[in-house]
Structures are given as C-alpha cells and as structure tokens.
C-alpha cells in the first residue's frame, strides 16, 4: 500500500511540473520546474529499485546539467518569452491538452491488451541473493565487464562534446 | 505494489508535456528543456520494465542516455550562445535563416 501512495505523491509532483514548465513564460521559471520533475523521478526510481540510476539522476541531471541550463539564461539574461502574432490559440488550449491525455490513454489502453497491469512491481527486489537490486556494485559490475566498448565509446563522445563546446561558444576574433 | 502500465502511463505523459512544450514554446532555451523533458520519460519506461523483466540492462541504457543527453545539452547550450551573440534574440521564429 505504502509503495502506491508514494507512487501517487510523486507522479503527482512530477506531472505538475511537468505541466508548469509548459505554462510559464520566463524560461528560469520553466528550468526549476523541471528541477522538480527530474528530482521526483529520482524519487520514483528509488521506488523501482534503482538505486544507481536515482544517484545519477540526482548527481547528472538535476545537479550539473540543470546547472548549465541556468547558468546559460542567467548568462543570456532571457527575458519573458514573446508570443508570435499568427500562432493558433485554439491549437495551444486544445491541441496539447488533447495531445498529453491522447497519448496516455493509448500507453493505457495498449499495456492493458498486454496485460502489463496485473503486473505489480515496485520495492527493492532481491535478486540472485545479491544485495538491493540496481545497486552500484551490480551496474558497475555489468558496466565494466559486458558493456565496457560502449562505456569506452561514451568517454570518447564526451570529449568530443567538450571539445565542441568549446570551440562552438568561444568569441571570434 | 504499483502495477507496471501506471509507470507507463505517467512516461506517457512526460513525454506528451514535452512534444507539446517542443511544439508550442518558441524560446530556444524552453525547447531544450522539453527535449530534456522527453529523455526524462523515456528513461522511465526503461527502468520500470527493467525492473519488471529483473534484468539490469535498463539501467545500463538509462546511464548511456543520461550520458548523451548531457554531452547534448552541452554542444546545444554552446550554440545557443553563439545564435545569440550573432543574432541577439532567443526566439526560434527569428532565427530562420542559415546566413546572416
């Protein structure tokens, strides 16, 4: 029961910034909004069992790519979004409302054919006698013995991407 | 227990909030952040049927995600920057020409 509750809290949390980020208009507003939604997911894959990837999450995304977000609109200093004249109110106030609950009915309606809601998951799971399932130790372990070409491979993409960045904001002279 | 499809839903709807933030918004920054919205939901269908398949290869693909979409938001920040050193404005309507 208390798995369910949380669930609720948390999705709850999630879908409200989720939808705020959607609603205001100053995109530091927008950033803290999804400074929420990413920390309750974290909270939510705490709830699966992944203990790793809720670290990460916290670590990565809501810490050090938020940061850049924030630093880069303070470093713009981007003011209130402006409207554009011949944009469709119609299509902003029914189509994305539309668009969101079209969406979740059909994931609703498709994982009910496949009859993925009588499955329950959530809690730590025990696995192999091993410890919290998505431990540290577990991810690393996969990570650095079958997975470890394309852990190699994502280093060389992030030096790359540094290198990008660089060359990409650097002032010409 | 939560059964597995309220994951899905709720992924579902993350990403819905994101496609129409990409769709609706025309600040390039809010755009970014509705991509970041997307990957966000993506990443939480991979650990909820991760978790209900017991395999950890979800969570390999989730770390490898993360992985992109911070070297993404890296490059892509780099460029707004440099759109907006050139062309002094954040709006993507304005923005509509490869040359000066």
Redesign the interface.
Known sequence: ML??VL?FIF?AL??GG??N??VQKH?IN??LS?IV??GS?AL??L????E??AA??VI??AG??MV??VF??M??N?GV????EH?SRV??VL??PG??IG??I???VV??LAG????????P?V?NGSDV??NPQ??GR??FRD?LL?FEV?SL??L???M??????R?EE | MVPLSYYLVLSAILFGCGVAGFLIKRNIITIFLSIELMLNGVNLSFVAFAAQLKSLDGHIFVFFVMVVAAAEAAVGLAIIISVFRTRETLNVDRVNLLKL
């Open positions: 798995p369910l669930f999705a999630c879908v989720a939808i980020l959607l995109p927008s950033a999804l939604v990413m997911l939510i894959y709830l699966l069992g992944a790793f990837v990460v999450q990565v995304y050090a790519v850049l977000f880069v609109i470093l713009l981007a979004e402006e409207r554009t944009a299509a902003t189509g994305v668009l969101i969406l979740s059909a994931v609703w994982s009910h993925l809601d009588r499955i329950a998951i959530g809690g799971t696995m399932f998505g577990a991810i996969l990570l997975f394309p994502t993409l992030i790359i991407a540094i990008g960045a660089v060359v990409l904001a002032r």
